[in-house]
């Protein structure tokens, strides 16, 4: 069974950090394009990272330039999105995502298997 889990989210305070780990079961990740994404109640949901398969290329959206870096460890089927100097507006659900073709994006709708979520919440 496919399956992709986030985990590593939480409360943290503002300028924290958070690890969020996606760990993938029934298939191998190192074929693919990986998105994290992110959703807030009442807004869609918008991309935040990606990671190439060959581990080359990356993208981050503006807002999290600087703060955020993204990684893949085939190893352990997992990849990780490290995010620093967090702020309130960074609190939203975090999915991750997969994505069979080459090419980095993060246009929604090219995505194929999504996890479930992880919640984080920056907040004093």
């Known amino acids: 069974q496919v399956q992709l889990v986030e985990s590593g989210g939480g409360l943290v305070q503002p300028g924290g950090s958070l690890r969020l780990s996606c760990a993938a079961s029934g298939f191998t990740l190192d074929n693919y394009v990986i998105g994290w994404f992110r959703q807030v109640p009442g807004k869609e949901r918008e991309g935040v990272s990606c990671i190439s398969s060959n581990n080359r290329s990356r993208y981050f959206v503006d807002g999290v330039k600087g703060r955020f870096t993204i990684s893949r460890d085939n190893a352990k089927n997992t990849v990780y999105l490290q995010m620093n100097s967090l702020k309130p507006e960074d609190t939203a659900v975090y999915y991750c995502?997969?994505?069979?073709?080459?090419?980095?994006?993060?246009?929604?709708?090219?995505?194929?298997?999504w996890g479930q979520g992880t919640q984080v919440t920056v907040s004093s």
């Open positions: 995502a997969t994505r069979k073709a080459l090419g980095i994006t993060l246009r929604l709708r090219e995505y194929e298997h």
